[in-house]
C-alpha cells in the first residue's frame, strides 16, 4: 500500500518530536507500506518567521514573506529526512519546487494548480521516502504559500497526484470529536465522519483539519484518516459515505468558534444593488464575512445583517461608513462579544426537526440567539460569547448522549 | 556603477542590522550605481540549525544538512528584500536555484561552476536589486553549500558573471590590519592589499576574507574592497599589485592562529613512499594538514613533522597508528598547545633577509620556533600558544612601526 502520511507542526515541534515521527514512519515502512511525507514548519517556527517579517514591515512584500515563510518547513523536512536516515531509511527532503507542487501565481494563499509527481515517484521506487515540505510550492519561479493549514491540502494533492491509497493526517488530537473535549469531557471520537460533515465542521471552527484538504480529498476521492502522533490510537476515517454506528445519529458533532462580531446594516434601498457591492469591498480588503442573514422590512427596503471575526469589525465598520453615501442605508449597528455554534450532521436532511429541536434546547437554557443560517447538514446558531460553553454542552447532551 | 555589495552575518545579524544595511544600498543606488546584493545568514543561525541537525545525528547526511543549512540565507535575502521595498526600492530575493548559481555535486563545502547571470541580469535591467543568497548553489536539483565563508565566494562569483565593477564585502570591521588589533592595539588598516598577500593572509587565519574568494577574485580580475557596514570609513582594497604607501614596507601584515597541534614521525624509510600514503589518508578523513616539515636524519630514513588543528590531533594520531606496519615508522611524538605566527608581505621577494630578522626578534623575546616554513611572501613559525600574542606585538614593533 502506498500511504501519504501529513505531519503537522506540534507532531514536529522539537528534535524528540522528529525522532517519534521517523519512528512511526519506520514502522508503517516495516509493515510492507510505501510512504511519502508531507510535513509542517516546527512548531511556532512560522509565527517567529512572521514575527521577523513584521518587525520589517506591518505589510511586507508578499513575495518576500512567502519566500521567508517557506524555510520553516524546509528545515523540518531536512531534519526528518536527517533521523529516518539514521534509522537506516533511505530518504531526501522535497521542497516545493523539487517536488514540483505548482500554484496560482498568487502569494499567501495561492491554490494549488497541479504536481507533476515523476520526481516523487522515482524516489519511491528506488525506495527513497520523499520528505516534503508542507504549505508552499511555486509559480514560475516564484516560491508560493498556501496559506495556513495548507500542508494538509499539500498531503492530498501529494496523496492524489500518487494515486496513494491512503492519505494519513497526523497530529496533537486522536481525531475528529463530537464537540472539542476541553469544553465537553465526555465528547466521544468520531470513528468516521463523511467529507461533507467533516467540511461543515473544518469551516465552523474545529481546526482538526483544513477545509481546503477536506474538499481536494471529496474531489479526488482520497481515503483520509486523521490521528494522534503522540499515541498509537485508531483515528477517524474521513470517506464518502459514514456507515457506522454515528450515522444512526442524526446530529455527528458540535462545533463553535469565538470571537465572532455582527454588524447589521438598516434600511438598505433594495434597488440600488449595494449588497454585491457591499461584500464585494470587504472581500477586497481580505475580510472574511461568515454569517449573512437578509430580511425586507418594507417592499423596497432590507435589513442585511452578517458576521464577521471581532479583530476585522472596526475596519469593516469604516469600509461600510465610506459606502454611506452610494449605499444610502439608514443605519449601522454593530455588536462585538459574540459566538457561533453549529450542529453538524448528514441525518439532518431527512430530519426536518432538528432546527427547532436546538432552537428549544438553547431557549430552555435562556440563551439567546441573534442570528441563525443553515445549509442541509448544519445549522448555526449566534449567540453571546459568554453563553457558548453552556450552549455546547447542552447540544452535546441532547443530540449527542444518550 | 554596476556594484556586487556582500554582507556577513553579523552585518544582517538583527532586524537592525538588516535596516542599517537597506539603507547602505540605498544610498549606493541614490549615488548613481546599481547594486546586486549577496547575503549571509542571520548571526548565529546557520550555528543554530547546525545544532537541531546535531541533535539527531552526529555525522547527518550531507544532502539534507545542506538543505537545512540553506534555509538560513533565504530568511536573510527575504527580510533584507522587505526592508528594500519599506525604503521604495524595488527588490527581488533570490536563492542560489533561483540565481542558476550551479556549484559541483558535492555536499558541504562545493566549489562553484558556473553562474547563469541572465535571470540576475534582467532583474537589474528592470530597476530591482537582486538580493542572493550567499554560501549556496544547486548541482542538479540538489541544494549544496559553499563550506564556511562561501558567501565571499558567492560575492565574487556574481561579480565576476555580472562583469560588475568592484565587489564590497562588508563585514564587522573596517578592513584589513597590519594585524589583530586585540593582540596589538596600535595595529594600522591598510588602505590596500594584494590579492596574493590577502591570500597568505586568508589562509593564515585573518578571518576578514575567505581564501577561495580571493582566489576567485585574482582569477577573474574582480576589484575588491573590505568594509565596515557599521561605520562609515575607507576600507581595504584588495588589488592585483599594491601601489600605495604600505608596499614601500617589506611587511605588509602579521597573522597567526591558535589551537595548532604538531605531530612528528620519527625515522619513516624513505624507499616506502609511505609518506603520500599518510597525507592522503589524513586528507580523506577530512583532516587539514597546514605546515609539513621534513628532514632527512640518516641516507635511508626522514623524519616528518605537520602540524594539524588541535581538535583533530586526536583522530590523526589514531589513523597513524593504524599505518604503523605500513609505513615502518619508529616513533610518534605529538604536541598540542602550539601557536602560528606568520609575516607577509610582497616585499619579501626582494628582501631575503626577512625572515633571519624575524627568527632574531622571537629569540630576543625567548620564544621557541618549533617549525619554520616559508613562501615567497611570508614567513610562518610555530610556536609555543601562550607566547603568540607576545611574538605579535614584538613582530609588529619590529616590522610595522616607524
Redesign the interface.
Known sequence: MLVVQKFGGTSVGS?ER??AVADIISRTLRAGHQCAVVVSAMGHSTDE?LA??H???RL??P???D??L??GE??S???L???L??RGVK???F?G??ARIYTEPVHGAARLVRIEPD?LREAIAQGVVPVITGFQGIAG?DVTTLGRGGSDTSAVAVAAALGADLCEIYTDVTGVFTTDPRVVPHARKLSEISYDEMLELANLGAQVLHPRAVEAAKQFNVRLVVKSSFVEEEGTWVVATATGFEQRQVVTGIAFEREVARIALIGVPLHRHGLACVFGELAQAGINVDVIVQSVVQSSDVDVSFTVKEADCERAVEILGGLKDQLAYQGLVREAGLAKVSIVGAGMISNPGVAAEMFRVLAEADIPVKMVSTSEIKVSCIIPADRVEQAVQRLHAAFLEP
Open positions: 528534535i522528529i525522532e518567521l521577523l517579517a518587525a520589517i514591515d511586507p512584500d513575495r518576500e514573506l519566500a521567508l517557506s524555510t524546509q528545515v523536512a531536512a531534519l529526512a536527517m533521523a536516515q539514521k530518504a531526501r527532503s521542497t519546487w523539487q520526481g519561479e
